[in-house]
């Protein structure tokens, strides 16, 4: 069976001028709107009523002066509103037509025609009384000013010759318009430059929002059968502008493919969201206007989850597989999250030739597209709030990927090091930098430390430890010290941490206790805070040991138990793994 177009019928398009209501025009009224044709025809109906008289028998009538115009046919006028009334027109229009080319209208009938001609000067006159009434009510009663005179404004296609590439085209370029209905020359103006070139429409894209069916629908090229490419047939190359809903592929007659649904959702990019690491959540709070919508609040977060998926920018694709929590859903407000694992593949910079789309950025990009079974409610829903604000927060624990210095130099994180060199003293750096969260506008860093070879208490360690540094005593005096050790409870080591800022050192942390045990195990933890509001500012942070681990006063005590009653001692234990926990924003 022979498929038929769909479509209803064809008709051309209006220009404005075209679309202009006549009800406007103040001379659309006419007080009289008689013209030649029905003065022929009233002429005509009313000579059947006047009595005709021959010249012998003047008392007799004998028929009446119908003949004398259009003739005596007996029949009814019809009305002037009817197709009957304007096809009689049409006819005894191009009746005279013909008459006055050929010469062969009668004398009497030239003489009447060139008498209704002339009332035509009258007519107009007659209908011109309504627009000047308007322009005496307007001008004299209200006396409301005329606006100024405005130039002319048209649209010019500039077409270059097949072998140009391109044109300049100058600001003030006069251009020939012809004359205008008066016969007056129209010269027109360039208003701006124009560099004229060889440019075509490439692609036709159409969206369909259908709310009675709940329908998004798209083509990403209009000009086709199906809205993806498929040539449309020779007898019927018409295509829909505006997309078409499912109901217009029903019929087995229809030509159309169904279209695919409409790619909706809302992207957001930001430096933060470049995480290549460690387990990674990332919040988006959307703070919208407050309005009298309430679709959005009768959405389950549910209904949220399971219909907004998530994609993030990666090195060769899209990252997809995500799990997205609706954390929040108010009136006002609309908090998204979900977590990255430590497995997940890095989250990097967009890049346009891999990743294809059209984003104007070189931040990575968090996409978050509209599907499932209530996709339309989700967008219609979304549709109707006005955003006021965008907050991106980002948690990342476990990051490895650091760069570690003592005064010595460089550290490999990877393996145990000392992070106050061999031999700690006073004073004494350990640098910590992190580019990926030192390029971010970050809020808070928590530190955390895992120590090495350390005995059950540092204290019982430093018992024989009863000098300070520096300190100058005699065998006699040593062997009579009964004191306790210097180091009095395990959080006797004590370090300041500072942040390097534009170049500036400042002091974040004050003594922090070396040695904090917690299950066991000793520690090192504090937290750092930003102190700029910009990304990228921060460059370093510095751990500064407030004592000396004691080393240097170990070969003094060793020589002065060698020389009195022996003491077994221990040095200070090293460090093994390190662990950076960051919250940015």
């Known amino acids: ?3 038929t177009d769909t479509f209803s019928h064809y008709r051309e398009g209006k220009s404005q001028m075209q679309r202009f209501l006549a009800e406007l025009d103040p001379g659309n009224l006419e007080l009289h709107d008689f013209d030649l044709f029905d003065w022929l025809l009233f002429a005509n109906n009313f000579a059947r009523h006047v009595n005709y008289f021959h010249k012998d028998d003047p008392a ?6 119908g003949n004398f115009f259009l003739g005596d046919d007996d029949y009814t006028v019809p009305r002037r509103e009817s197709v009957e009334y304007k096809q009689m027109k049409k006819q005894v229009t191009d009746l005279i037509s013909r008459f006055e080319q050929d010469s062969n209208l009668t004398p009497h009938l030239t003489l009447f025609v060139c008498f209704l001609k002339l009332l035509d000067f009258s007519k107009k006159a007659f209908n011109n009384l309504t627009k000047r009434h308007l322009d005496f009510y307007y001008n004299e009663i209200l006396q409301i000013e005329k606006n100024d005179a405005r130039s002319d404004k048209v649209y010019i296609i500039f077409e270059l010759a097949k072998k140009a590439l391109q044109e300049r085209i100058p600001d003030g370029t006069l251009l020939d318009g012809d004359k205008d209905a008066n016969g007056k020359k129209r010269i027109y103006r360039t208003e701006e430059e124009l560099m004229a070139n060889q440019a ?3 692609e036709l894209k159409s969206f369909l929002n259908d709310a009675e069916k709940r329908e998004l629908k798209m ?3 209009a000009n086709t059968a199906d809205g993806l490419g498929e040539k449309l047939p020779e007898e019927s190359n018409y295509w829909w502008p505006f997309g078409y809903n499912a109901d217009e592929t029903a019929s087995e007659k229809s030509i159309y493919k169904e279209l695919p649904k409409a790619k909706l959702g809302f992207s957001v990019a930001s430096s933060l969201f470049d995480l290549k690491e460690g387990e990674r959540t990332v919040t988006v709070a959307i703070t919208f206007a407050k309005n009298a919508a309430q679709k959005l609040q009768n959405l389950s977060n549910t209904d949220i989850e399971n219909n907004i998926r998530v994609f993030c920018s990666g090195e060769k694709e899209w990252l997809s597989g995500i799990a997205l929590h609706c954390m929040k859903n108010q009136e006002d407000r609309l908090e998204l999250s979900f977590t990255l694992s430590k497995d997940f593949p890095a989250v990097v910079p967009y890049n346009k030739q891999l990743l294809a789309e059209t984003f104007r950025t070189a931040f990575p990009v968090i996409r978050f597209m509209i599907e499932g079974q209530k ?3 989700v967008y219609e829903a979304l549709s109707e709030k006005l955003i006021k604000n965008i ?3 980002v948690d990342v ?8 210095e003592n005064d010595n130099g460089a550290l490999n994180s990877e393996k145990p090091y000392f992070p106050f060199t061999a031999q700690p003293v006073t004073g004494s750096n350990f640098y910590i930098k992190c580019s990926e969260m030192f390029s971010k506008k970050w809020r808070k860093a928590d530190i955390t430390i895992n120590w090495k070879n350390v005995p059950d ?4 360690l430093y018992n024989g430890y009863v000098i300070q540094p520096n300190q100058n005593i005699s065998l006699k005096d040593f062997e009579a010290l009964k004191g306790p050790s210097v180091v009095g409870s395990d959080a006797y080591f004590k370090a300041d941490a500072a942040l390097l800022d534009k170049e500036n050192w400042y002091t974040t942390a004050h003594d922090i206790a070396l040695f904090d045990k917690a299950d066991g195990v000793y520690k090192t933890r504090f937290s750092v805070n930003s102190i700029s509001s910009e990304a990228g500012t921060s460059e370093a942070l510095r751990v500064t040991l407030k004592q000396s681990f004691l080393q240097d006063v170990y070969p003094k005590l060793y020589t002065l138990a060698l020389s009195s009653n022996p003491l077994e001692k221990s040095l200070s234990p090293t460090n093994r793994t390190f662990r950076l926990q960051k919250t940015s924003s």
């Open 1 to 3: 069976m022979k498929k």
């Open 60 to 65: 007799t009538p004998r028929g009446n002066w």
């Open 200 to 202: 075509k429409v490439v």
């Open 219 to 221: 083509a990403p090229k």
């Open 375 to 377: 996709y339309y409610d």
């Open 391 to 393: 907050e991106v927060s």
């Open 397 to 404: 624990k476990g990051v490895k990927s650091i760069q570690l």
């Open 457 to 460: 208490s540092i204290k019982e």
